[in-house]
């Protein structure tokens, strides 16, 4: 996994005082670094347009159009006059080599959006929301310099940000590239180095991007087993039966040796799932919340009460009867609007979805800290996974995952895990991966995924 810091700028002092760099030379491995990036990967591409602001994002663009411009068509488009020391002395250094200043955009092959990095503090006026506009209308390749334009340091967009292919940040990752909205304005995300080697120039972080290694799969190793050798995990099945089932399947698929459903009515299930009426004796995790609808509250109760590992989801975040066992070391795997419903019902914040998903990382952070045993997975385009301090970003996820089911599938693979023995934080991190990696292995097109498919795409990884 990669660290991910809310700011960078004290990272940036460090390289100063501890390691006595300069700012010109941060810079100039900035500049230096998409220029070698355009080098390897856009070589045949001919002309490109370097979009500046007056900050040092935008000088961060002005030493780029030195570097190249030996080799490109290089136009140079300050859209402010250079205010910033570095944005005045990277000026300087183009204009005694004579480069192309050009007063008015057009479609290159390549765009450099260097407009705003970390300094924008107020929303965009008419005159960058057209120019963001435009260029995001045209169809050549564009690169974000640090962060695309538009979006803030909380990851917010207030009107329009550059829709880039890919975004070269600087010295580490910043959590404001991974908020739900940002993820349509991106691309392929690159961090480069500022002089120093990125595990320098990185500090303690609580804040991780989840890698593909991350995913700990439960492979067998165990020659002399049996099924009991891998958990017997229970599905409570509500009104709404199919979630119960799907979230059974997914399970099963998933490793768990035996999995039932449990309802007091007959259901026609698979063969190889189980149905009890109670809870069975020798179970080893529960799933429940999922399609539940109406039901006996004291029965619940006692079913929650069970110390036994547990994965909550869906109706359940609704109901007063979840704050009872926020103390337990349980998985919750809310949706957004879920989410803003448990916020209410632990008197946290009562806030709309629109507010949440403007601070996603806050609002998680507040309930870890209010109830640390508990793992939160707030669902989203950019998944957050979050025990206590410490938060995880899955951002494997697409679009093709926006169906009724996928999210039972995702309770029934983080069952499937706990009734395994994984760690509740385990579970979550290694389901969601799965779930998501599975979903990006789905080969038809995006529009068509069932969740029987997403259960064998994650039987393949
Ligand atoms: N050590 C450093 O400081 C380094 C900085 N670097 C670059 O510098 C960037 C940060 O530079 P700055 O702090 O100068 O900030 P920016 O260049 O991101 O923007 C700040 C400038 O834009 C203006 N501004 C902010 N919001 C605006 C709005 N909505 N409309 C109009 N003007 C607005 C500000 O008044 C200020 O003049 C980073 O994102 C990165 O690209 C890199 O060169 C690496 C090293
Ligand atoms: N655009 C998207 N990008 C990434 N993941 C998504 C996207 N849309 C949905 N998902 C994922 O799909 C799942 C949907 O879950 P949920 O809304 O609970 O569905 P249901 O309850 O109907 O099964 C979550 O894991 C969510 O993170
Ligand atoms: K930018």
Redesign the pocket.
């Known amino acids: 996994m990669q660290k991910i810091f809310d700011e960078v700028t004290s990272l940036d002092k460090r390289c100063y005082e501890e390691f006595f760099l300069t700012e010109d030379i941060l810079m100039e491995h900035a500049s230096n670094s998409i220029a070698l990036y355009i080098n390897q990967n856009l070589f045949d591409k001919k002309s490109i347009l370097i979009v500046c602001g007056s900050g040092n994002n935008g000088a961060d663009g002005i030493a780029l159009a030195r570097l190249l411009s030996s080799k490109f068509e290089v136009n140079l488009y300050l859209a402010n006059e250079p205010k910033s020391y570095m944005a005045q002395q990277q000026f300087k250094r183009v204009k005694a080599l004579n480069i192309k200043i050009i007063d008015e955009i057009f479609e290159a092959d390549i765009i450099v959006d260097c407009l705003f990095g970390t300094g924008l503090n107020k929303p965009l006026d008419e005159k960058f929301i057209n120019l963001i506009n435009t260029l995001n209308s045209y169809n050549s390749f564009k690169i974000a310099c640090d962060i695309p334009s538009g979006i803030n340091s909380l990851g917010q967009v207030n009107t329009i940000a550059f829709e880039s292919d890919i975004t070269i940040t600087m010295g580490a990752l910043k959590t404001s590239l991974f908020s739900d909205v940002s993820?349509d304005y991106v691309g392929e995300i690159i961090v480069v180095n500022l002089g120093v080697q990125r595990d320098i120039y990185e500090i303690e972080a609580n804040k991780f991007l989840l890698d593909e290694s991350d995913m700990k799969l439960p492979f067998r190793n165990k020659k002399n087993s049996h099924k009991g050798s891998y958990g017997h995990l229970n599905v409570v099945a509500g009104c709404k039966k199919g979630?119960g089932i799907?979230a059974a399947k997914a399970a099963f698929g998933f490793g768990t040796g035996l999995v039932s459903v449990v309802c007091h009515e007959n259901l026609d299930l698979p063969y190889h799932i189980m149905q009890t009426h109670f809870i069975s004796e020798n179970c080893s995790a529960i799933a429940i919340g999922?399609g539940l609808g109406k039901y006996e509250t004291d029965e619940i109760r006692k079913i929650l009460n069970k110390p036994i590992p547990k994965i909550i989801?869906?109706d359940l975040f609704h109901d007063k009867l979840i704050c009872e066992v926020l103390d337990q070391e349980i998985v919750l795997?809310p949706?957004p609007k879920?989410f803003i419903s448990l916020l209410k019902l632990c008197e946290i914040a009562d806030v709309s979805i629109e507010e949440l998903q403007n601070n996603r990382f806050l609002y998680v952070e507040k309930f870890c800290k209010k109830y640390p045993n508990v793992v939160v997975v707030l669902?989203?385009?950019?998944?957050i996974i979050a025990q206590n301090e410490k938060q995880y970003v899955n951002s494997f996820?697409?679009?093709?995952?926006?169906?009724?089911?996928?999210?039972?599938?995702?309770s029934g693979l983080i069952g499937s895990l706990l009734a395994q023995g994984y760690k509740p934080l385990e579970s979550a991190i290694t389901a969601?991966l799965a779930?998501?990696l599975g979903?990006k292995n789905y080969k038809k097109n995006n529009y068509s995924l069932i969740p029987s498919d997403l259960v064998e795409e994650i039987r393949k990884l």
């Open positions: 993820k979630a799907i999922m989801d869906a795997t949706h879920e669902k989203g385009a950019n998944v996820g697409s679009a093709v995952l926006s169906k009724g089911g996928s999210g039972d599938v995702l969601s779930h998501t979903a």
